[in-house]
């Protein structure tokens, strides 16, 4: 079965550079959730999309922005890169309907230097 | 606003022994629960989850989990270890599907060791 796909794996950036996540949601899913795990740290919720719109927002810097495509992939961008923002970074999809379903993707590791 | 705790940041157990992951969450509307399992350097897979219908949640790999509202806890068990088991395991807490209401919130997860 398909799962949840995401480009790179791995991101090495140096401090103030930029850099682009990419997320290709299983299949028919039409909902995409952002989340940031840090070295040792439990997952936090960034953002979410629902048909292009964001659906909500956690704990996401004002220097990253990200958006849903019309295929439903959507891209995290992420600006001014700081030394913490190296982070394993976690993309779910789901139907809107059953987001008690969330289906992870294998993450990517950005590590700025 | 919703939070998990999960007691125990990490849990060593023997090969073959009972496994007992403690998690007590906080939610202001009847919760959904899930338990998730990373192991190194790989995503999060589910590996059950509470949404209001059977307290007692089975899963896979042998673990269930049972919701008790008069604890507030969803503690996973799975009755003997196997040393595939050793990985890390996070308990999450969503007010339920739809909407805003489907975001994660995450304990800071339990380390699981098997010993042989």
């Known amino acids: 079965a398909a799962g949840v796909i995401q480009s790179p794996r791995h991101l090495i950036k140096e401090k103030r550079e930029t850099a682009t996540l990419k997320c290709y949601p299983i299949p028919r899913h039409d909902t995409v959730y952002w989340y940031q795990q840090g070295p040792g740290q439990d997952p936090q919720f960034l953002i979410s999309f629902y048909e292009k719109m964001q659906s909500d927002k956690g704990s996401i810097p004002d220097r990253f922005s990200a958006q849903q495509f019309s295929d439903y992939h959507s891209e995290l961008n992420m600006s001014s890169l700081e030394l913490g923002d190296s982070a394993l970074y976690f993309c779910a999809s789901s139907l809107r309907d059953r987001t008690d379903t969330q289906y992870f993707g294998p993450g990517t590791r950005l590590t700025v230097l | 606003a919703q939070s998990v705790t999960q007691l125990g940041s990490h849990v060593s157990v023997s090969e073959g022994a009972l496994v007992l992951l403690r998690c007590n969450y906080s939610?202001?509307?009847?919760?959904?629960l899930f338990w998730y399992v990373q192991y190194p350097n790989q995503g999060l897979q589910l590996l059950l989850k509470?949404?209001?219908?059977?307290?007692l949640v089975k899963g896979i790999n042998g673990f269930e989990a049972e919701f008790k509202k008069s604890e507030t806890s969803f503690h996973l068990t799975k009755p003997s270890a196997h040393m595939s088991d050793a990985a890390e395991y996070f308990c999450a807490v969503s007010e339920g599907y739809g909407g805003s209401q489907g975001n994660l919130i995450f304990g800071k997860g339990t380390k699981l060791s098997v010993k042989p």
């Open positions: 509470y949404t209001s219908a059977a307290t």
């Open positions: 939610s202001s509307v009847p919760p959904y």
